[in-house]
C-alpha cells in the first residue's frame, strides 16, 4: 500500500477563521461574522496551528491581526498594528467555532507590548498537557 507523503493536497473551499470586519477593532475573541460583510486586510488570522484533542475534536490556535486603537489602518500598517493568539474549537475540523478569551495576549508576552505570533503548540509529557511557543516583540 503506498502511503501520501504529504505531497497531495485538497483545497478546502470554506474559510476555517473569518477575519473581523474593519469596523470592528478590539472584537472579542469569539465574535464571529459573516463571510459577506467588507473586509479589506484592515484585520487578519494568520499562522494556523491544529492540533488533536485527547477527547476529541481538535483546536486551532492562529494569531489575530488588529489595528491599534489610533492607527485604524491595520494590518496594512505593519508597524501600526497589534496581535494576540486566539482558539477556536472543532469537532470534525471543517467548521470551526471561535472560543472565549485570548490564549496569549501581547501585553502577557514578556518581551511585547504590541506583537505575539507564531504559536507552535506541542504535547508536552501527556496528552493533556501542552506547551506553546511563540514570537513576541515590542515593535517593529
Known amino acids: 500500500m ?5 505531497a497531495v493536497w485538497n483545497k478546502d473551499t470554506a474559510v476555517a477563521i473569518e477575519v473581523s470586519p474593519d469596523t470592528e477593532c478590539n472584537p472579542q475573541p469569539e465574535a464571529q461574522w459573516s463571510p459577506k460583510v467588507r473586509c479589506t486586510d484592515v484585520c487578519g488570522a494568520v499562522d494556523p496551528r491544529v492540533i488533536t484533542l485527547p477527547n476529541g475534536g481538535y483546536r486551532i490556535y492562529y494569531t489575530q491581526i488588529l489595528p491599534q486603537l489610533r492607527f485604524p489602518c491595520g494590518a496594512n500598517d505593519y508597524g501600526n498594528e497589534t496581535t494576540r493568539i486566539l482558539s477556536a474549537f472543532s469537532i470534525g475540523a471543517h ?6 478569551g485570548m490564549r496569549l495576549a501581547p501585553q502577557k508576552a514578556v518581551s ?3 506583537r505575539v505570533v507564531s504559536s507552535e503548540v506541542i504535547p508536552a509529557g501527556s496528552r493533556s498537557l501542552l506547551r506553546m511557543y511563540y514570537e513576541s516583540c515590542a515593535g517593529s
Open 112 to 114: 511585547g507590548e504590541l
Open 95 to 100: 467548521i470551526w467555532n471561535p472560543e472565549s
Open 2 to 6: 503506498t502511503i501520501d507523503p504529504g
